[in-house]
Nanobody, 124 residues
Framework: QLQLVESGGGLVQPGGSLRLSCAASGFTLDYYAIGWFRQAPGKEREGVSCINSGGSRNYADSVKGRFTISRDNAKNTVYLQMNSLKPEDTAVYYC??????????????????WGQGTQVTVSS
């Protein structure tokens, strides 16, 4: 059974850092594009960062220079390193997989498999 599990969320002060992990089971991440999306209370889900099988990356303007997406195919895991966190980064963060491996854009409707999400709260 194909499954994605996010971890690493939590409460952090503004300016702090977190690293989210997205572990896959039941399939090999090498052949998928992987994206991180987030949904804040009362807002629509939005793309944060996506990476294709070749390592090409895209970032939302709001996180460029602060967030870094990476993948470790040996561990079948994708990471989102989040630095200089702001209160507006507070959201539930989801990882998702797109079976079209060269997709590097965060086109939400292209992502077929989703994790359950992990809460990130940035507050003093």
């Amino acid at each position: 059974q194909l499954q994605l599990v996010e971890s690493g969320g939590g409460l952090v002060q503004p300016g702090g850092s977190l690293r989210l992990s997205c572990a896959a089971s039941g399939f090999t991440l090498d052949y998928y594009a992987i994206g991180w999306f987030r949904q804040a209370p009362g807002k629509e889900r939005e793309g944060v960062s996506c990476i294709n099988s070749g390592g090409s990356r895209n970032y939302a303007d709001s996180v460029k220079g602060r967030f870094t997406i990476s993948r470790d195919n040996a561990k079948n895991t994708v990471y989102l390193q989040m630095n200089s966190l702001k209160p507006e980064d507070t959201a539930v963060y989801y990882c998702a997989a797109d079976p079209y491996p060269i997709q590097a854009m965060c086109v939400m409707t292209d992502y077929d498999y989703w994790g359950q999400g992990t809460q990130v709260t940035v507050s003093s």
